[in-house]
């Protein structure tokens, strides 16, 4: 007879990247996190699949919360489906670009359900802040790297035990720099009982090895580089990739000028404006004592001298050399770039968008046939940052998720000491503890 009361349900996201949903219960609670959308172009786009998950999950049983790890769409996609008395969790500075984000797709002509509503609404955790209004089950918000700004771990403790969920993370990227993740195991995580972490990586090991741009960091070098040999270029890189947008920016040469539209501009302010405090480089280019201008094309929306922001001019522009960030999928930067023949393509997204399965028509036609650099580093954590963890929880049991290669987990060397620890679950499987 066991005495096993508490549960771990991973509704989706066992043997899959994206449209994560996991439940933690007690007899007399339940959170719920993430409640993502399947990624597009995964073949999994089901929107009758989505609905039975709403219904098994939001069966009409109380549920004390939703906790967002992150914005990214895979991890919060599904949000505006969620039932309305259900409060919702995210990180301060996530829920203004969610803001953001989501003003913009409401615009959307054709949109039926506004989303803005239920994002204002929802409630922001804060690093370190242990969460009580759970119940039985405490959770306290740890941040960490990764390709979305503000994202968190949650250390969950339930009968006393320790419970560390990863979501998203890596420790290569601006807010992994000077050992943090070692620093928040010390502080506030230490030996735990069960971790379940991300496995992304670990089915892109190869494309890991063969990228020479492995940090941030990296990235932000190779980009000086090139923007020293290219008086024009146009970066394709994702809106709220935060970390790499600054190493782009700071490296920017001085006398050449920064471009992107109002959106673009409104979400790096935000980074600047909330993290600035605490990394440099999150923080404005100074050039002669004065934060870089942003150059913006279209519409201002608002923005001015007063967020130092500048109508671009692409006549001066053109004189001193730029860079301009664009979306594919924004006719705007393609009739920009007619008037420069010659720019050079910054690609700054998966690789796996170019060519395969999961190539992206309209990322192929943006690039057509101009010149192009990939200057990429990945959003998750390596197979070492992964073992590092690993070594310093200390867990009794590990459940990998977010991943195509749960089965294989223990399989891989650097984590074959833990093989017996490892357990897989299927999506829907309740594991007991
Ligand atoms: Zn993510």
Not at 211 to 234: C, H, M, Q, W
Not at 359 to 374: C, L, S, V
Request: hydrophobic share 35%; glycine share 8%.
């Amino acid at each position: 007879m066991n005495n096993l009361q508490n549960k771990i349900i991973i509704h989706r996201g066992s043997h899959q990247i994206g449209g994560c949903v996991t439940e933690i219960r007690t007899p007399n609670h339940r959170i719920v996190i993430d409640f993502g959308a399947n990624l597009p172009g995964s073949g999994r786009e089901d929107s009758r699949a989505d609905e039975e998950l709403l219904a098994k999950v939001f069966n009409g049983e109380a549920c004390d919360a939703v906790l967002f790890t992150h914005y990214h769409g895979d991890h919060i996609g599904l949000y505006k489906k969620i039932p309305a008395d259900i409060p919702l969790y995210i990180g301060p500075t996530a829920k203004k670009i969610m803001e953001i984000l989501t003003e913009k797709l409401d615009s959307i002509p054709g949109t039926t359900q506004k989303g803005l509503p239920r994002v204002q609404a929802m409630k922001s955790y804060l690093p370190g802040d242990r969460l009580d209004s759970f119940g039985d089950i405490q959770v306290t918000p740890l941040i960490v790297d990764h390709s979305a700004l503000d994202a968190y771990m949650f250390l969950m403790e339930i009968g006393g035990k320790k419970v560390l969920f990863t979501g998203d993370f890596r420790d290569h990227g601006i807010a992994g720099e000077n050992n943090r993740l070692e620093k928040a195991v010390r502080v506030y995580i230490g030996e735990i009982d069960i971790l379940i972490t991300e496995g992304t990586m670990l089915s892109r090991m190869e494309e890991a090895k063969e990228n020479p741009i492995r940090t941030e960091n990296d990235l932000g070098r190779r980009a000086g580089e090139l923007f020293r040999d290219y008086k024009e270029s146009v970066i394709l890189v994702s809106s709220t990739n935060l970390d790499s947008i600054m190493e782009f920016y700071h490296a920017l040469p001085w006398g050449m000028d920064f471009v992107c539209d109002a959106y673009q501009a409104k979400l790096i302010l935000t980074a600047m404006k909330d993290k600035g405090k605490y990394d440099k480089k999150y923080r404005p280019e100074m050039i002669h004592g004065k934060p870089r201008r942003l150059y913006l094309i279209g519409d201002m929306e608002g923005l001015g001298a007063a967020q130092n922001c500048y109508k671009a001019d692409f006549s001066i522009l053109k004189r001193k050399g730029f860079t301009m960030l664009a979306r594919e999928n924004k006719p705007m930067f393609k009739k920009i770039m007619e008037h420069f023949p010659e720019p050079l393509i910054i690609y700054s997204k998966w690789k796996g968008y170019l060519k395969g399965k999961h190539e992206e028509p309209a990322i192929k036609e943006f690039i057509g046939n101009h010149r192009m650099e990939i200057v990429h580093t990945s959003g998750h954590a390596y197979v070492e940052t992964i073992e590092k963890l690993i070594q310093m929880t200390n867990p009794k049991v590990i459940i990998p998720m977010h991943t195509e290669c749960a089965e294989k987990f223990g399989e891989i060397p650097a984590f074959s000491r833990y093989r017996d620890r490892v357990r897989v679950l299927e999506d829907g499987e309740e594991y007991w503890f």
